[in-house]
Nanobody
Framework: QVQLVESGGGLVQAGGSLRLSCAPS????????MAWFRQAPGKDREFVAA????????LYADAVKDRFTISRDNAKNTVYLQMNSLKVEDMAVYYC?????????????????WGQGTQVTVSS
């Protein structure tokens, strides 16, 4: 069993920055490809970014590319999402997720483990 705990959400003005963190526990961190998804009220959960187990490759949704950066520190068993130039439309609950599979990393169905989510609120 893997437990994922997110932190770092909060309230920020448009144009500002936040860094989310996720620390999995229960199995070897490098077993997993990691991702961030988000869900805004009344909308489906959507892919934000993913990173392979080694950190050698990263994927981004078009909506966040060039503003968000996903990274991982395998020595600290932590994955990060650095969010810059935040927009009101980025406001959502952000979820950390973990998958053994390296295929279809943009699909929520690939991920077996999910955190409880952390709220990101962006004011205009």
């Amino acid at each position: 069993q893997v437990q994922l705990v997110e932190s770092g959400g909060g309230l920020v003005q448009a144009g500002g920055s936040l860094r989310l963190s996720c620390a999995p526990s229960g199995r070897t961190f490098t077993d997993y490809n990691m991702a961030w998804f988000r869900q805004a009220p009344g909308k489906d959960r959507e892919f934000v970014a993913a990173i392979t187990w080694s950190g050698g490759a990263a994927l981004y949704a078009d909506a966040v590319k060039d503003r968000f950066t996903i990274s991982r520190d395998n020595a600290k068993n932590t994955v990060y999402l650095q969010m810059n130039s935040l927009k009101v439309e980025d406001m959502a609950v952000y979820y950390c997720s973990a998958a053994i599979s390296g295929y279809r990393l943009r699909d929520a169905g690939t991920y077996k483990y999910w955190g409880q989510g952390t709220q990101v609120t962006v004011s205009s």
